[in-house]
Protein backbone atom coordinates (compact mmCIF):
# COMPACT_ATOMS: atom_id res chain seq x y z
CA UNK A 1 0.00 0.00 0.00
CA UNK A 2 1.02 3.37 -0.48
CA UNK A 3 3.16 4.95 2.61
CA UNK A 4 2.18 7.98 4.83
CA UNK A 5 5.13 9.48 6.78
CA UNK A 6 4.49 11.35 10.30
CA UNK A 7 6.95 13.58 11.88
CA UNK A 8 7.43 13.96 14.95
CA UNK A 9 6.04 10.15 16.59
CA UNK A 10 6.62 12.01 19.87
CA UNK A 11 6.43 15.23 21.25
CA UNK A 12 6.71 16.79 24.57
CA UNK A 13 6.47 20.49 24.78
CA UNK A 14 5.28 23.17 27.03
CA UNK A 15 2.03 24.58 27.97
CA UNK A 16 1.91 28.13 25.98
CA UNK A 17 4.25 26.86 23.07
CA UNK A 18 3.48 25.83 19.53
CA UNK A 19 3.87 22.57 18.07
CA UNK A 20 4.17 21.47 14.15
CA UNK A 21 3.67 18.22 12.94
CA UNK A 22 4.08 17.43 9.29
CA UNK A 23 2.36 14.70 7.26
CA UNK A 24 4.23 13.39 3.83
CA UNK A 25 2.87 10.92 1.33
CA UNK A 26 6.10 9.09 0.35
CA UNK A 27 5.53 7.63 -3.07
CA UNK A 28 1.75 9.48 -4.45
CA UNK A 29 0.37 12.98 -4.67
CA UNK A 30 -1.93 13.70 -2.05
CA UNK A 31 -4.77 15.82 -3.33
CA UNK A 32 -6.44 15.01 0.12
CA UNK A 33 -5.26 14.50 3.54
CA UNK A 34 -7.13 14.30 7.12
CA UNK A 35 -6.29 14.94 10.30
CA UNK A 36 -8.00 12.73 13.13
CA UNK A 37 -7.60 12.86 17.17
CA UNK A 38 -7.39 9.55 18.82
CA UNK A 39 -8.05 9.73 23.11
CA UNK A 40 -6.96 6.22 24.43
CA UNK A 41 -9.11 3.44 24.07
CA UNK A 42 -11.31 5.39 21.44
CA UNK A 43 -12.02 5.41 18.11
CA UNK A 44 -10.85 8.61 15.79
CA UNK A 45 -11.98 11.72 15.56
CA UNK A 46 -11.55 13.80 12.21
CA UNK A 47 -10.42 17.20 12.77
CA UNK A 48 -10.44 18.80 9.26
CA UNK A 49 -9.85 17.95 5.74
CA UNK A 50 -6.74 20.12 3.91
CA UNK A 51 -6.92 20.05 0.42
CA UNK A 52 -3.71 21.53 -1.39
CA UNK A 53 -3.40 24.51 -1.96
CA UNK A 54 -6.98 25.28 -0.25
CA UNK A 55 -8.11 26.16 3.30
CA UNK A 56 -8.56 23.09 5.58
CA UNK A 57 -12.47 22.65 6.40
CA UNK A 58 -12.31 21.81 9.90
CA UNK A 59 -15.25 19.72 11.72
CA UNK A 60 -17.76 21.04 14.11
CA UNK A 61 -16.64 21.78 17.47
CA UNK A 62 -12.65 21.90 16.10
CA UNK A 63 -11.71 25.31 16.86
CA UNK A 64 -9.15 26.45 13.48
CA UNK A 65 -7.16 28.97 15.30
CA UNK A 66 -5.95 26.87 17.80
CA UNK A 67 -5.56 23.41 14.72
CA UNK A 68 -3.35 25.62 12.07
CA UNK A 69 -3.47 23.64 8.92
CA UNK A 70 -1.33 23.98 5.77
CA UNK A 71 -1.72 21.79 3.11
CA UNK A 72 1.30 23.63 0.78
CA UNK A 73 1.92 20.89 -1.74
CA UNK A 74 0.73 17.69 -3.00
CA UNK A 75 2.80 16.02 -0.65
CA UNK A 76 3.47 17.54 2.32
CA UNK A 77 0.40 18.83 4.93
CA UNK A 78 1.15 20.53 8.27
CA UNK A 79 -0.91 20.91 11.39
CA UNK A 80 -0.07 23.17 14.01
CA UNK A 81 -0.98 23.26 17.22
CA UNK A 82 -0.89 26.83 18.59
CA UNK A 83 -0.71 27.71 22.68
CA UNK A 84 -1.04 24.54 23.43
CA UNK A 85 -2.35 23.42 26.97
CA UNK A 86 -2.23 19.93 28.70
CA UNK A 87 -6.47 19.37 27.44
CA UNK A 88 -4.30 19.29 23.65
CA UNK A 89 -2.52 15.59 24.79
CA UNK A 90 -3.47 13.70 22.44
CA UNK A 91 -2.54 11.26 19.87
CA UNK A 92 -2.63 12.94 16.41
CA UNK A 93 -3.17 11.71 12.88
CA UNK A 94 -3.12 11.99 9.50
CA UNK A 95 -4.21 9.95 6.40
CA UNK A 96 -4.25 10.91 2.70
CA UNK A 97 -5.73 9.89 -0.58
CA UNK A 98 -5.58 10.41 -4.26
CA UNK A 99 -4.13 9.43 -7.26
CA UNK A 100 -2.98 6.27 -7.23
CA UNK A 101 -3.90 5.84 -3.31
CA UNK A 102 -7.57 5.96 -4.22
CA UNK A 103 -8.94 9.22 -5.11
CA UNK A 104 -12.53 9.16 -4.71
CA UNK A 105 -12.69 5.80 -3.43
CA UNK A 106 -12.97 6.50 0.25
CA UNK A 107 -9.38 3.81 0.32
CA UNK A 108 -7.05 6.18 2.81
CA UNK A 109 -3.58 5.66 4.31
CA UNK A 110 -2.53 6.28 7.71
CA UNK A 111 0.77 8.07 8.71
CA UNK A 112 2.16 6.08 12.44
CA UNK A 113 0.61 9.11 14.48
CA UNK A 114 2.39 11.73 16.50
CA UNK A 115 1.75 11.68 20.37
CA UNK A 116 1.80 15.21 21.58
CA UNK A 117 1.87 15.61 25.76
CA UNK A 118 1.77 19.31 26.72
CA UNK A 119 3.17 19.24 29.97
CA UNK B 1 -27.73 6.59 17.24
CA UNK B 2 -24.03 6.51 15.86
CA UNK B 3 -23.73 6.06 12.25
CA UNK B 4 -21.89 2.94 12.76
CA UNK B 5 -22.05 0.37 15.76
CA UNK B 6 -18.92 -1.35 16.97
CA UNK B 7 -18.25 -3.75 19.95
CA UNK B 8 -15.36 -2.06 21.69
CA UNK B 9 -14.48 -5.46 23.28
CA UNK B 10 -12.16 -6.95 24.71
CA UNK B 11 -12.32 -10.49 22.45
CA UNK B 12 -10.26 -12.90 23.90
CA UNK B 13 -9.41 -15.70 21.96
CA UNK B 14 -6.99 -18.84 21.75
CA UNK B 15 -4.46 -19.38 19.10
CA UNK B 16 -5.45 -20.79 15.99
CA UNK B 17 -9.07 -19.53 16.73
CA UNK B 18 -11.37 -18.20 13.55
CA UNK B 19 -12.28 -14.56 14.66
CA UNK B 20 -15.18 -12.51 13.70
CA UNK B 21 -15.35 -9.04 13.82
CA UNK B 22 -18.59 -7.03 13.15
CA UNK B 23 -19.86 -3.80 12.56
CA UNK B 24 -23.47 -2.08 11.74
CA UNK B 25 -24.85 0.85 10.08
CA UNK B 26 -27.65 2.90 9.81
CA UNK B 27 -26.84 4.95 6.22
CA UNK B 28 -27.63 3.04 3.31
CA UNK B 29 -25.84 5.92 1.00
CA UNK B 30 -22.68 3.80 2.61
CA UNK B 31 -20.40 2.34 -0.88
CA UNK B 32 -16.66 1.55 0.67
CA UNK B 33 -16.38 -0.31 3.49
CA UNK B 34 -12.76 -1.02 5.18
CA UNK B 35 -11.09 -2.37 8.19
CA UNK B 36 -7.99 -1.40 9.56
CA UNK B 37 -6.33 -3.04 12.37
CA UNK B 38 -4.25 -0.32 15.23
CA UNK B 39 -1.41 -1.56 17.18
CA UNK B 40 -0.99 0.24 20.54
CA UNK B 41 0.28 4.12 19.70
CA UNK B 42 0.59 3.25 16.08
CA UNK B 43 -1.70 4.62 13.26
CA UNK B 44 -4.00 2.49 11.73
CA UNK B 45 -3.15 0.08 9.03
CA UNK B 46 -5.38 -0.88 6.03
CA UNK B 47 -6.52 -4.65 5.91
CA UNK B 48 -9.45 -4.62 3.66
CA UNK B 49 -11.21 -3.06 1.26
CA UNK B 50 -14.54 -3.56 -0.01
CA UNK B 51 -16.51 -2.07 -2.79
CA UNK B 52 -20.22 -2.47 -1.88
CA UNK B 53 -21.55 -6.06 -1.24
CA UNK B 54 -19.82 -9.49 -1.38
CA UNK B 55 -16.83 -11.26 0.15
CA UNK B 56 -13.32 -10.72 -0.08
CA UNK B 57 -10.57 -13.05 0.91
CA UNK B 58 -7.09 -12.00 1.29
CA UNK B 59 -4.63 -14.40 3.18
CA UNK B 60 -6.51 -15.56 6.38
CA UNK B 61 -8.43 -12.44 6.05
CA UNK B 62 -11.61 -12.41 4.49
CA UNK B 63 -14.27 -9.01 4.53
CA UNK B 64 -17.92 -9.77 4.41
CA UNK B 65 -20.11 -6.81 2.94
CA UNK B 66 -24.32 -7.41 3.21
CA UNK B 67 -25.64 -3.85 2.58
CA UNK B 68 -29.40 -5.78 2.89
CA UNK B 69 -28.60 -5.75 6.46
CA UNK B 70 -26.44 -3.36 7.31
CA UNK B 71 -24.10 -5.71 8.15
CA UNK B 72 -20.14 -5.95 7.70
CA UNK B 73 -17.69 -8.30 9.04
CA UNK B 74 -14.17 -9.82 9.17
CA UNK B 75 -13.10 -13.04 9.61
CA UNK B 76 -9.64 -14.16 10.89
CA UNK B 77 -8.49 -17.45 10.18
CA UNK B 78 -5.91 -19.25 12.63
CA UNK B 79 -5.61 -16.67 14.69
CA UNK B 80 -2.10 -15.63 16.04
CA UNK B 81 -0.77 -13.71 18.97
CA UNK B 82 0.47 -10.89 16.43
CA UNK B 83 -3.06 -10.43 15.95
CA UNK B 84 -3.80 -8.29 18.50
CA UNK B 85 -4.88 -5.27 17.85
CA UNK B 86 -7.72 -2.96 17.93
CA UNK B 87 -9.58 -3.52 14.46
CA UNK B 88 -11.51 -0.52 13.22
CA UNK B 89 -14.22 -0.98 10.69
CA UNK B 90 -14.44 2.81 8.70
CA UNK B 91 -17.09 3.20 5.52
CA UNK B 92 -17.73 5.97 3.53
CA UNK B 93 -19.98 7.00 0.08
CA UNK B 94 -20.32 9.50 -2.50
CA UNK B 95 -22.12 12.20 -0.40
CA UNK B 96 -19.03 11.57 2.42
CA UNK B 97 -15.98 12.33 0.03
CA UNK B 98 -13.42 11.03 1.07
CA UNK B 99 -14.05 11.15 4.57
CA UNK B 100 -14.27 7.88 6.59
CA UNK B 101 -17.18 7.54 9.06
CA UNK B 102 -15.02 4.64 11.72
CA UNK B 103 -16.83 2.59 14.51
CA UNK B 104 -15.64 2.83 17.72
CA UNK B 105 -12.90 -0.61 17.19
CA UNK B 106 -12.60 -3.86 18.90
CA UNK B 107 -9.94 -5.03 21.30
CA UNK B 108 -9.00 -8.16 19.74
CA UNK B 109 -6.44 -10.20 22.42
CA UNK B 110 -4.95 -13.69 20.95
CA UNK B 111 -3.92 -16.11 23.55
CA UNK B 112 -1.09 -18.69 23.11
Known amino acids: GAVVSQHPSRVICKSGTSVKIECRSL??????MFWYRQFPKQSLMLMAT?????????EQGVEKDKFLINHASLTLSTLTVTSAHPEDSSFYIC???????????????FGEGSRLTVL | QKEVEQDPGPLSVPEGAIVSLNCTYS??????FMWYRQYSRKGPELLMY????GNKEDGRFTAQVDKSSKYISLFIRDSQPSDSATYLC????????????FGAGTILRVKS
Open chain 1, 95 to 109: SASGGLAGANTGELF
Open chain 1, 27 to 32: DFQATT
Open chain 1, 50 to 58: SNEGSKATY
Open chain 2, 27 to 32: NSAFQY
Open chain 2, 50 to 53: TYSS
Open chain 2, 90 to 101: AMSGAEYGNKLV
